[in-house]
Nanobody, 121 residues
Framework: QVQLVESGGGLVQAGGSLTLSCAVSGSFFTINDMGWYRQAPGKQRELVARITPGALTNYADSVKGRFTISRDNAKKSVYLQMNSLKVEDTAVYYC???????????????WGQGIQVTVSS
């Protein structure tokens, strides 16, 4: 059973920083793309950032220059460094990983349980 466990959320003042971490556990062949999404109250879940196994990244326009996604393939983990946080970054953040169960089975998406990030003014 593949599980994603997030950590590092919390309350921070505007302009501050937080780092989110997500670790993948379980039995599987490999992890492909990993990413972070977020969902604010009353809004749809949206992409924040994604990263390939080779560390190619893409970001939502709203976080470019402020957030940095990274991964440690050996630790099966992905991170999101969030700087210059704004009130509008307040949301539940979800870790996502495309996990390939075996060499013959295609990847499927797995999600963490979500972690709250609250930015106060």
């Amino acid at each position: 059973q593949v599980q994603l466990v997030e950590s590092g959320g919390g309350l921070v003042q505007a302009g501050g920083s937080l780092t989110l971490s997500c670790a993948v556990s379980g039995s599987f062949f490999t992890i492909n793309d990993m990413g972070w999404y977020r969902q604010a109250p009353g809004k749809q879940r949206e992409l924040v950032a994604r990263i390939t196994p080779g560390a190619l990244t893409n970001y939502a326009d709203s976080v470019k220059g402020r957030f940095t996604i990274s991964r440690d393939n050996a630790k099966k983990s992905v991170y999101l460094q969030m700087n210059s946080l704004k009130v509008e970054d307040t949301a539940v953040y979800y870790c996502n990983a495309a996990v390939k169960p075996s060499v013959t089975i295609r990847s499927r998406d797995y999600w963490g349980q979500g972690i709250q990030v609250t930015v106060s003014s």
